[in-house]
């Protein structure tokens, strides 16, 4: 297992549905990131954790839930979705929040359908 | 406000035909600036980081620069294979990184 692993790669889901989005990183990283990414626009940073504690939440609605249970793992619980929040969700690791905060290492996300 | 905005949107090169990908940026305190390239369906994948205005890093047929006001992404005789969306993005002093929406570069042969 190398880098940072995200499943599921594609999901479809209603607008009533619960899902959630799970994120492995095999680096030893202390920081961990979700960035939303629409076509044609920048990648929009949702939330980071720092050390398995979130430091950031970029005035995301409360319909995403993120959870990390440990440095190498990340979770973005999704319900009640809106069809707007169709979207490629990228999850990011780095070494730490600061030093290195530039220098990501992504997933290779999951696309995400809302019907 | 931190802005970073990428020129041109897009980029269609023959093989071989050299060009430069241009990132400007207002940020306060710049911490670094950061290329990375993303090919279709993946995430982006990390290629440089400049701090300082006058620094200059290289890797196979990319260059990056950087000034005090935006970077260059140098693609010297591009193949097919360097098709790819480039992405740059600034760091601040409040560790806070802001991307641009990128360059699409396609290279035919």
């Known amino acids: 297992e190398t880098g940072v692993t995200q499943t599921p790669r594609h999901l479809v889901m209603g607008m009533t549905n619960k899902k959630s989005l799970k994120c492995e990183q095999h680096?030893?990283?202390?920081?961990m990131y979700w960035y939303k990414q629409s076509a044609k626009k920048p990648l929009e940073l949702m939330f980071v954790?720092?050390?398995?504690?979130?430091?950031e939440n970029n005035s995301v609605p409360s319909r995403f839930s993120p959870e990390c249970p440990n440095s190498s793992h990340l979770f973005l619980h999704l319900h009640t979705l809106q069809p707007e929040d169709s979207a490629l969700y990228l999850c990011?690791?780095?070494?730490?929040?600061?030093?290195?905060?530039?220098?990501?290492?992504f997933g290779e996300g999951s696309r995400l359908t809302v019907l | 406000e931190d802005q970073v905005t990428q020129s041109p949107e897009a980029l269609r090169l023959q093989e071989g035909e050299s060009s430069s990908l241009n990132c400007s940026y207002t940020?306060?305190?710049?911490?670094?600036l950061f290329w990375y390239r993303q090919d279709p369906g993946k995430g982006p994948e990390f290629l440089f980081t400049l701090y300082s205005a006058g620094e200059e890093k290289e890797k196979e047929r990319l260059k990056a620069t950087l000034t005090k006001k935006e970077s260059f992404l140098h693609i010297t005789a591009p193949k097919p294979e360097d098709s790819a969306t480039y992405l740059c993005?600034?760091?601040?002093?409040?560790?806070?990184?802001?991307f641009g929406a990128g360059t699409q570069v396609v290279v035919t042969p």
């Open positions: 940020v306060s305190g710049l911490r670094g």
């Open positions: 990011a690791s780095s070494q730490d929040r600061l030093d290195n905060a530039g220098e990501l290492f």
């Open positions: 680096l030893g990283h202390n920081a």
């Open positions: 954790y720092n050390f398995k504690e979130q430091t």
């Open positions: 993005a600034v760091g601040d002093s409040w560790g806070k990184l802001q």
